[in-house]
C-alpha cells in the first residue's frame, strides 16, 4: 500500500522508458552503499562528484501556491529577505558546469520559481544534451503549452509538472485563476507531439494540501484523464517553531549560521486531517490507474498519522545523505548544502568552479556536523533530501 520501498508501483511507474534504469541502479548504489563509506570515514569528503546537480534557475513564479516554501503564505521570499535570490545567472555560468562535470554524466535537475521562466532555459537543456547529460525539468505548467513542441524536440529526459487535483480546487491551491486549463492544454499538447517517442518521461507532481485533502481521489481520477506515464504523491514537509529553532541553535553555535528558511514550512500540517487522508489513500491504493504512482516518504499506513501529528519523529529515515549524492546551486549562483533549507552557503560558483566547492572546507563542515549530529539535523525530520529520493 503506502509501504518504504514501494517497488511495484516504481516498477509501473518507470516501465514504459527503461533507458532509466541505469540511472535508478546508480542512484539506489550510491544511497544505500557507496555512501556508507563516506559516512564511516567521518571525514566530511565525498569521495565521488554529485551524482545529480540541481540548478535553482529562478525564484520568478508566475503562480503564487499556498504551500510554496518561497512565495507560499510565509515563505522566505515575501518579507523581502530572499530579494537577493530574484539574480539569476547566465547561460555562460551554467555552460561552465556543464563543461566541468559532464564527463561523468550526471542529472541536471532543473527547477524554479518556474524554470520555463528562465530566458535561457532552452539554450542551456540543448547544451546538456548535446554533452550526453540527462535533464530533468520541474515546471507548473502554466508556459507548457507554448514550448511543448521544443521540449519534445530537445529530447528531455524527464518533465515533472506540478497538480492539485480537478480544475477548481487546483487553482485555489496555485493561486491564479484558470491554470487549471491552462496546463491541462499543455500536457495534452506536450503528449501530442511525443506521440510514440520516449522522451520525455512525463510524471505529475502532487502535494497533499488543506486544499486538496478533501479531493485526493477526484485528484487522481482527473490525472487518469491527462494521461501521464506516473505521478509521485508528496505527503508534504513541514515544522514547527521549537524544531526549527533548536535547528538554528545548532547551526548557530556549530558553523555560525542565521538560519531562518525553516520558517516558511511552520505548521503546514495542523490543518491536515490525517484519517480522512488515510482513508482516502487506502482507497486509491486498491483502484488501478493507467500510469504508476508512488507516495513520497515510503511509509507504511499505520505511519501516515505519526507522520503528520508528530513532526519531531523521524520515523526511522535517517542518516541524511544528500549532501553526499547531490549539489544545489541557486539562482545567484551559491551553493547550499540543502535545496528546501538554503541557509548554509559554501561558496558561489561565479567565484569557484563546481567540483571545487564540493569538498571545500565549508562543505566537509557541514558533513562533518551531520555526523556529530547523529546523521540529521532537527530540520531534517520532513525534509525531501532525507525522506525523499
Not at 528562465?118 to 547529460?133: R, V
Not at 528531455?156 to 477548481?168: H, I, K, V
Not at 516558511?264 to 490507474?289: C, D, F, M, P, R
Amino acid at each position: 500500500m503506502l509501504s518504504r520501498l514501494p517497488i511495484g508501483m516504481f516498477a509501473k511507474a518507470l516501465a514504459p522508458r527503461l533507458k532509466y534504469l541505469p540511472v535508478v541502479t546508480r542512484a539506489a548504489w550510491r544511497k544505500h552503499l557507496h555512501v556508507q563509506g563516506d559516512l564511516k570515514a567521518g571525514t566530511g569528503f565525498a569521495r565521488r562528484p554529485p551524482y545529480q546537480i540541481s540548478l535553482r534557475i529562478t525564484n520568478r513564479c508566475n503562480q503564487r501556491c499556498a504551500i510554496c516554501g518561497q512565495f507560499g503564505d510565509t515563505g522566505y521570499m515575501n518579507e523581502g529577505e530572499g530579494d537577493y535570490l530574484l539574480s539569476e545567472l547566465k547561460f555562460e555560468h551554467y555552460k561552465k558546469v556543464v563543461d566541468d562535470t559532464a564527463h561523468y554524466k550526471p542529472i541536471f535537475y532543473i527547477t524554479g520559481g518556474e524554470a520555463l521562466l528562465y530566458k535561457d532555459l532552452f539554450k542551456l537543456t540543448s547544451y546538456i544534451k548535446e554533452k550526453g547529460c540527462y535533464v530533468y525539468v520541474i515546471t507548473n505548467g502554466a508556459s507548457l503549452e507554448r514550448n511543448a513542441k521544443q521540449i519534445v524536440e530537445q529530447k528531455w529526459d524527464m518533465l515533472t509538472c506540478s497538480f492539485d487535483g480537478p480544475e477548481a480546487v487546483h487553482d485555489k491551491a496555485r493561486g491564479v485563476p484558470g491554470t487549471f486549463k491552462k496546463t491541462a492544454s499543455g500536457i495534452k499538447l506536450l503528449l501530442e507531439e511525443r506521440g510514440r517517442k520516449p522522451d520525455p518521461y512525463f510524471l505529475l507532481s502532487s502535494t497533499v494540501s488543506t486544499t486538496n485533502q478533501d479531493h485526493l481521489s477526484e485528484m487522481f481520477d482527473t490525472a487518469a484523464q491527462l494521461g501521464p506515464d506516473g505521478l509521485i504523491l508528496y505527503l508534504s514537509w513541514f515544522t514547527t517553531q521549537e524544531i526549527g529553532e533548536k535547528h538554528a541553535s545548532i547551526l548557530k553555535t556549530e558553523m555560525d549560521v542565521d538560519a531562518t528558511t525553516w520558517k516558511s514550512y511552520i505548521g503546514q500540517n495542523t490543518l491536515i486531517n490525517t484519517a480522512k487522508v488515510k482513508e482516502s489513500l487506502e482507497q486509491i491504493a486498491k483502484k488501478k490507474y493507467p500510469f504508476g504512482w508512488f507516495p513520497v516518504p515510503f511509509i507504511k499506513p499505520e505511519q501516515l498519522i505519526p507522520y503528520y501529528e508528530e513532526p519531531e519523529n523521524f520515523l526511522g529515515f535517517g542518516p541524511c545523505v544528500a549532501p553526499y549524492l547531490m549539489i544545489d546551486i541557486m539562482p545567484n549562483g551559491d551553493v547550499v548544502t540543502c535545496r528546501d533549507y538554503i541557509d548554509v552557503k559554501v561558496g558561489n560558483i561565479q567565484e569557484t568552479p563546481i567540483l571545487e566547492l564540493w569538498n571545500n572546507d565549508r562543505f566537509r563542515e557541514f558533513r562533518i556536523l551531520l555526523n556529530k549530529q547523529g546523521g540529521t539535523l532537527p530540520q531534517c525530520s520532513r525534509c525531501c533530501g532525507l525522506m525523499g529520493f
